[in-house]
Nanobody, 120 residues
Framework: QVQLVESGGGLVQPGESLRLSCAAS????????MGWYRQAPGKQRELVAS???????NAAESVKGRFTISRDYAKNTVYLQMNSLKPEDTAVYYC??????????????WGQGTQVTVSS
């Protein structure tokens, strides 16, 4: 069993910053990657950023240059530093963890989500 708990969301004005945290606990095992997704009202859930076990990062074009993902494996925690926030960043942000069970077998886990609202 793996649990993911997000924190750090809130209401901010455009241009401000937030730092999201996601702490993983339980039988984490071999982590392939951790990442952040978001879902805005009326839209599909989309990848925001991810970081692999080797430290390789990936980010959506809409957030490149503004958001930075990082992790602290000792704490089983992944962070999302969100700078220069825009109203279009408003969404529920979900933490994601992919755990390897075998060569072609993986488990995915999701947090409950944390609301980020960017409004003036």
């Amino acid at each position: 069993q793996v649990q993911l708990v997000e924190s750090g969301g809130g209401l901010v004005q455009p241009g401000e910053s937030l730092r999201l945290s996601c702490a993983a606990s339980g039988s984490i095992g071999s982590i392939v990657l951790m990442g952040w997704y978001r879902q805005a009202p009326g839209k599909q859930r989309e990848l925001v950023a991810s970081i692999s076990s080797g430290g390789t990062t990936n980010a959506a074009e809409s957030v490149k240059g503004r958001f930075t993902i990082s992790r602290d494996y000792a704490k089983n925690t992944v962070y999302l530093q969100m700078n220069s926030l825009k109203p279009e960043d408003t969404a529920v942000y979900y933490c994601n963890l992919v755990r390897r069970l075998g060569i072609l077998d993986f488990n995915t886990y999701w947090g409950q989500g944390t609301q980020v609202t960017v409004s003036s």
